[in-house]
């Protein structure tokens, strides 16, 4: 036979040739992959179809991009450079001690950074820490790097959780991984993500639970971690799982409430424990979550999470950042359309429940997460420690970890009253705790104003605010815990803009930061615009504005006549001051409060 012919016949390539053809249509491939990703494929041509963990967002955008509107910045900036996909890049900076624009101050977000400047020009990083429990030596550790690489103390926030602050960019990198050798991690903690997942502080603990939240709160959290899909999301997003413990978790203020009820039998559903759905809670934009009349047993809880969380993905606004959390997504749709859609992601039914199936909860505390307080199992206790707005040293977060490891089961327990909870410590050693903890110059014991005392970051350290939030939360405190004695709870929530950190419309006395002219030149002091009566829970309510642009230098004196209002005119000694608030109308309150005498 011919040996065969060394050059190709008619219709055939030789090796070469077909390396060469092969490298070229994987060269026009990727390129039409790359222009679809950015969104500068030329009209008329077929964009190939958005693939890998990122697809559904992409789709999403296109959509918008379609209908001739245009992206808002951050989805710009996501799509331009996915923010895990930039992790080099950020470390080029930290070498270089170079702060981001404005773009990667994005992007860093989502490895927990928050470049904070003109406040601070440094980075401020948050944890991730399901359902607010960390061991001892994790607690100690952060301690450690907020001393190592930050401004030597950290704060517990809204979402039982911790942040550290004034991280030089030089440090951004080290601390993010040094986060994780303790076993933590920040990532997702910030920007468009699914954010800390809150859980009953006291949960495995508590007397009254009806379910352990920490199994189901760890389930989520590690579902997130481990699906990049789940990550640049319209907007952020909350999840929060009460267990009917006797600390409040404000579920209800959440992208997605699970609260846990039993459903007595002779309904049609299955008795036993169940979460109940709440959908779209964000009280900054004055809602609560909305009840859904479904029903999720526990174990199903991650995948009915998800299954929103994706409708959210496929259908969230990507234009207008003011209108793209879930709830304008519920409230265009309107409920039934949105569980529809679940329903369609999960591929299934979900499971619906009258409200008569279900039992009364067991009532929370509002004191529980300060001071001593039998756990469910004998002779053991957790310890409420009160921390002024927050604030720990290095110094304090060592020390107390050596307390929850000497005396107690070696828990560390934050909660979202900004303050943590020391477990499983025997009653004959509680007067040696308290003593210990006293000697850090912390306490187990706290006044009624002192114990509902919230307050975000301010404008010590957040460029969004318009008042020093943390500071006049303090003023107020000293001002009016020497003044006058209350005997219920009440709660006063300082916030430092209209995002509502600090959730100024759910407490009894909400402050929401303002600038306050004082000169017809347009000269501004920090101030505040003060609600009062919101609640949450069974006594869900939005504060009412009653003041507008109080000087913060006035607002002591402010609350101080208002407190006093209340003790002088409410019903009974059982009435809580929004109940007294809500039963007057604001001019009457206004002249009621002006009346009172100050010192």
């Known amino acids: 036979m011919p040996e065969p012919s060394s050059?190709?016949?008619?219709?055939?390539?030789?090796?070469?040739?077909?390396?060469?053809?092969?490298?070229?249509?994987?060269?026009?491939?990727?390129?039409?992959?790359?222009?679809?990703?950015?969104?500068?494929?030329?009209?008329?041509?077929?964009?190939?179809?958005?693939?890998?963990?990122?697809?559904?967002?992409?789709?999403?955008?296109?959509?918008?991009?379609?209908?001739?509107?245009?992206?808002s910045d951050p989805e710009k900036f996501k799509r331009e450079l996915h923010p895990f996909d930039g992790y080099e890049r950020l470390k080029v900076q930290a070498a270089n001690n170079e702060p981001p624009k404005a773009d990667d101050n994005f992007r860093w977000r989502f490895y927990g950074l928050f470049y904070c400047a003109p406040n601070q020009a440094a980075y401020m990083c948050r944890l991730r820490i399901p359902n607010g429990i960390l061991k001892h030596w994790q607690f100690a550790g952060v301690g450690d790097l907020a001393e190592r690489y930050a401004g030597g103390y950290s704060h517990v926030t809204t979402r039982a959780n911790l942040q550290m602050r004034e991280v030089e960019p030089k440090n951004a990198v080290a601390i993010v991984e040094a986060v994780q050798d303790l076993g933590l991690c920040s990532r997702g903690s910030g920007a468009d993500n699914i954010r800390n997942v809150t859980g009953t502080p006291t949960a495995g603990i508590d007397p009254q639970e009806l379910i352990d939240t920490r199994p189901c709160a760890r389930e989520w959290h590690f579902h997130i971690l481990n699906d990049r899909s789940l990550y640049g999301i319209p907007r952020k997003f909350n999840v929060g799982f009460d267990g009917a413990g006797v600390i409040p978790v404000l579920e209800d203020t959440n992208d997605i409430g699970f609260q846990v009820v039993e459903v007595k039998d002779g309904f049609g559903v299955e008795p036993g424990i169940w979460f109940r759905l709440l959908l779209g809670g964000i009280t900054g934009h004055q809602t609560f979550a909305h009840g859904t009349g479904v029903v999720v047993k526990p174990s199903e809880a991650t995948k009915v999470a998800d299954a929103v969380v994706r409708v959210?993905?496929?259908?969230?606004?990507?234009?207008?950042?003011?209108?793209?959390?879930?709830?304008?997504?519920?409230?265009?749709?309107?409920?039934?359309?949105?569980?529809?859609?679940?329903?369609?992601?999960?591929?299934?039914?979900?499971?619906?429940?009258?409200?008569?199936a279900i039992a009364p909860r067991p009532a929370f505390d509002r004191t529980a997460h300060v001071g001593v307080h039998p756990q469910k199992q004998p002779d053991l206790n957790w310890v409420g420690v009160a921390l002024p707005v927050g604030r720990l040293t290095g110094e304090q977060m060592r020390a107390l970890a050596a307390i929850a490891r000497d005396y107690g089961d070696g828990d560390i327990r934050l909660t979202v009253w900004q303050n943590l909870l020391i477990s499983g410590i025997p009653t004959q050693r509680i007067e040696s705790v308290e003593a210990a903890i006293a000697a850090l110059g912390l306490s187990t014991k706290a006044t009624a104003i002192r114990a509902g005392l919230v307050a975000c970051t301010g404008n010590a350290g957040c460029r969004l605010a318009l008042s020093n939030t943390k500071r006049h939360a303090e003023d107020i405190a000293q001002w009016c815990e020497t003044r006058l004695q209350l005997d219920t709870p009440v709660n006063i929530h300082l916030t430092g803009c209209p995002n509502s950190c600090a959730q100024h419309y759910v407490g009894d006395i909400g402050l929401v930061g303002a600038r306050v002219p004082i000169s017809e030149d347009g000269d501004t002091v920090d101030g505040y615009h003060i609600h009062v009566g919101g609640g949450f829970g069974p006594d869900q309510s939005l504060g009412r504005e009653i003041y507008r642009d109080v000087k913060a230098e006035d607002a002591p004196t402010t609350v101080e006549r208002m407190l006093k209002a209340y003790l002088a005119h409410r019903a009974s000694e059982r009435e809580t001051f929004a109940a007294f608030t809500r039963r007057h109308e604001v001019g009457a309150l206004k002249a009621m409060f002006e009346r009172e005498a100050v010192e």
């Open 7 to 71: 050059e190709a016949t008619s219709g055939e390539f030789n090796p070469e040739q077909k390396r060469y053809l092969e490298g070229f249509i994987s060269g026009l491939q990727i390129a039409r992959a790359a222009r679809a990703a950015s969104g500068n494929g030329s009209d008329g041509a077929a964009a190939a179809e958005p693939v890998g963990p990122d697809a559904a967002h992409l789709r999403a955008q296109d959509r918008f991009v379609k209908e001739g509107k245009k992206l």
């Open 312 to 356: 959210f993905i496929d259908h969230g606004d990507r234009t207008n950042r003011a209108k793209a959390r879930l709830k304008y997504v519920i409230d265009a749709w309107g409920i039934d359309k949105f569980l529809s859609a679940t329903e369609d992601k999960l591929g299934c039914k979900l499971v619906r429940a009258p409200a008569e």
